[in-house]
């Protein structure tokens, strides 16, 4: 294990100003944790007609073990295609190029027999066939939970009251690192696969990567994925995969997963919300999830996104004012919400739900870290900062190309 960095870097105030006002703002949160919500029947026909939208005809559907539906749709009459700006879209297929180091040429062709190193229960139970692809059905209970139809797999600013203050509290708590200060045109990931633990049901502990123009303004675009447990918006406290994007620092845009039409699946074996396992285990075996995301600058311009080495989708450039052209931030790590249930930090855990001195094995990490920078080139982070908003709670230790993060919440020196 190399050493940690002995000093901390310096940054031009401005620069430092950015990031600490981007990473200080919460990023991912949906709904607004109400649940048993009884509806009249103006709600009801709304949920019926949300349920419409949100779930497209399937030519084929698989109920997993774990009784997710996944329903089989036509390519062509995915959520995408919902957005005004993507009417007349032309799906690619596949990038019309790679950044050096990422051609994955042999595990895309579809007369490969390669196979994700993650599986997703419904796999046991069947595949989607040619031309389709899958998609978590949404259920009526899942807008129940969301306590409203237009809060169902949205992103909020959460707050919590502090009468004794007569403040708001931030509730997102955050073990992150990142570099600015350059234009970036992708990334590289490996993270760590765990089932950490949330103490309720409307907090979620994530590991994402995260990349945005860098400040938090009316115009914040972010391009975001990774692994999430979220019992307010799945239903149960399993670890699934997500991703996300917004435009507007999540005001119009900004949905978990499918939920606001924009990004452009074309791989028919990973289902983007359902669970991904094996977990990791203390001390024992190791799991990790591989993600790339890159600007495909020799076609239109789209942002792609490859997992464990397969072409995943992208998110056209045509949704975005400012990613357009590239991001200004990169950043990985660990994010949860902490409601302070009986005025104590919840024992809501990040990661493995160990601090990160305890390392390999033990920690959760985040490994092979990578951005592709102004110049187009593939390059390890460098000059990065870290953010830990609560260090006794959750805490991370970097060491360049890789870092360990997490913690369990609380504990006796976070109370």
């Known amino acids: 294990m190399a050493p940690p960095c002995g000093s901390e870097r310096r940054w031009s105030r401005a620069v430092k100003m950015t990031f600490y006002l981007f ?5 991912s949160s949906a709904g607004n944790g109400k649940t048993n919500t009884i509806f009249g029947k103006k709600q009801k026909l709304e949920i019926q007609q949300q349920l419409k939208r949100l779930n497209k005809p399937a030519l084929k559907s698989i109920e997993g073990p774990d009784g997710d539906i996944i329903d089989c749709v036509d390519i062509y009459k995915q959520p995408a295609f919902d957005h005004p700006l993507l009417k007349n879209h032309t799906i690619q297929m596949r990038p019309s190029s790679y950044p050096e180091g990422f051609s994955f040429d042999e595990i895309n062709d579809v007369s490969s027999n390669f196979e994700p190193e993650f599986t997703q229960p419904w796999h046991l139970n069947g595949r989607c066939p040619e031309g389709t692809i899958p998609i978590r059905r949404t259920k009526e209970e899942d807008l129940l939970r969301a306590g409203s139809v237009a809060n169902f797999g949205r992103k909020k600013y959460h707050t919590i009251p502090d009468a004794q203050n007569k403040i708001e509290v931030n509730p997102h708590e955050y073990a992150m690192i990142g570099e600015a200060g350059d234009k970036y045109y992708g990334m590289s990931v490996e993270m760590n696969l765990w089932n950490p633990h949330t103490q309720e049901d409307n907090e979620f502990s994530i590991s994402q990567f995260l990349l945005t123009n860098g400040v938090y303004v009316q115009d914040l675009n972010a391009i975001e994925g990774g692994a999430m447990v979220y019992k307010d918006l799945y239903g149960d406290k399993e670890t699934r995969i997500f991703i996300s994007w917004t435009d507007d620092e999540y005001q119009q845009t900004g949905c978990f997963n499918l939920a606001c039409p924009g990004f452009v699946q074309v791989n028919k074996q990973i289902a983007m919300g359902a669970r991904v396992t094996p977990y990791s285990k203390y001390d024992g075996n190791q799991f990790a999830l591989k993600f790339h995301v890159w600007k495909d600058i020799n076609a239109r311009g789209d942002w792609w996104l490859s997992i464990n080495q397969r072409d995943f989708g992208y998110w056209p450039s045509s ?14 790590g660990g994010e949860v919400l902490n409601y302070y249930k009986d005025g104590q930090h919840t024992t809501t855990q990040m990661g493995s739900g160990h601090f990160a001195e305890e390392g390999a094995g ?17 390059r390890a982070p460098r000059d990065t900062m870290t953010l830990m908003s609560k260090p006794n709670c959750y805490n991370i230790i970097d060491y360049g190309d890789y870092f360990y993060f997490g913690g369990p919440g609380r504990n006796p020196n976070c109370p």
């Open 23 to 27: 990473f200080l703002i919460p990023m």
């Open 319 to 332: 949704l975005f004012s400012i990613l357009s052209d590239s991001a200004s931030t990169v950043k990985w």
């Open 362 to 378: 033990k920690a959760s990490f985040f490994k092979n870290l990578n951005v592709i920078d102004g110049l187009q080139i593939q």
